[in-house]
């Protein structure tokens, strides 16, 4: 009652006209009782809308207003059976870092992530798949979007058979009988988008590498006909799988080398965004 009442809207129409951001309660179980509007979000989302303020009022950015941004995150687990699976240590932080910024430079952002632990960003249109197989799928149905940032860590081989039941242990009670898992090549799906790329669509990847990397990542680059890739080793300090900073070397097309210092995600997605909206209107690399 006191959130609808004519004295708190008018109230708030003066903050809004005098250029504040005013955030709407959520609605919900109220401490009166009552069900309805006038509920105080949750803390993360309090976090996320102030975080967008700041970034919107400090950097003055809509360079992505009207772009439909597809990003991909987090790892993918292929099944064994009902219980087992393969899958890599990837947190999805990072992906969803850069959903997150390319949402507060005013994209509609798609977010296709695998199975994390963590909340899709305020404002995304996030979908939920497991496996590389839903991955390419889901991405496959939006391939049409402006900007396709591929952060997600897919496996590149799951298991030839899936069994229905868990396997059962065989073999002495020592437990030391050698058992087999066969695996297949999973679709590429980086490549996938590389070869059939419309003309003025921005296309980001991923390069993971352990050693020679930059020659690695630009081979990458190349094949799989990127606009940019970003180059990462988990070994250096600070960019270990789960962190929330990370230390990355952005390559373009053009052959551009930008190494840059260890950031905080939120940081490296930013400057991921930058480079995209350089590459957007024809020109080269943000510093």
Not at 169 to 191: F, M, N, Q
Request: glycine residues 10%; charged residues 25%; neutral net charge.
């Amino acid at each position: 009652d006191m959130y609808v009442h004519a004295a708190t809207r008018a109230n708030l129409d003066v903050l809004e006209a005098r250029g504040c951001a005013v955030m709407p309660p959520e609605h919900g179980e109220l401490a009166s009782g009552l069900i309805g509007e006038g509920r105080l979000p949750e803390p993360e989302v309090i976090r996320d809308k102030i975080a967008s303020v700041i970034l919107r009022s400090a950097r003055d950015r809509g360079d992505l207003a009207g772009r439909h941004v597809l990003v991909t995150a987090g790892p993918t687990r292929e099944m064994i059976d009902p219980v087992r699976f393969v899958s890599n240590r990837s947190s999805g932080k990072m992906g969803y870092a850069i959903a997150r910024a390319a949402v507060d430079r005013g994209a509609r952002v798609t977010l296709v992530s695998g199975p994390t632990s963590l909340d899709p960003p305020a404002g995304v249109d996030a979908v939920h798949v497991v496996s590389a197989a839903e991955m390419h799928e889901a991405v496959a149905a939006r391939s049409d979007a402006d900007i396709v940032i591929m952060a997600a860590a897919v496996a590149d081989y799951t298991p030839t058979e899936q069994s229905p039941q868990k396997i059962k242990k065989s073999g002495d009670s020592h437990g030391d009988e050698p058992r087999s898992l066969r695996l297949k090549r999973t679709v590429d799906i980086l490549a996938k988008l590389g070869s059939t790329k419309r003309q003025g669509q921005i296309l980001v990847g991923f390069a993971l590498e352990t050693e020679n990397e930059l020659e690695y990542g630009k081979r990458k680059l190349r094949e799989k006909n990127l606009d940019l890739v970003v180059i990462n080793n988990p070994a250096r300090a600070g960019s270990a799988f789960g962190g929330d900073t990370n230390e990355v070397t952005l390559v373009d097309s053009s052959g551009d080398v930008h190494p840059m210092p260890l950031l905080s995600k939120a940081h490296v997605g930013g400057a991921i965004l930058d480079n995209v909206a350089r590459l957007l209107v024809g020109g080269k690399r943000q510093e």
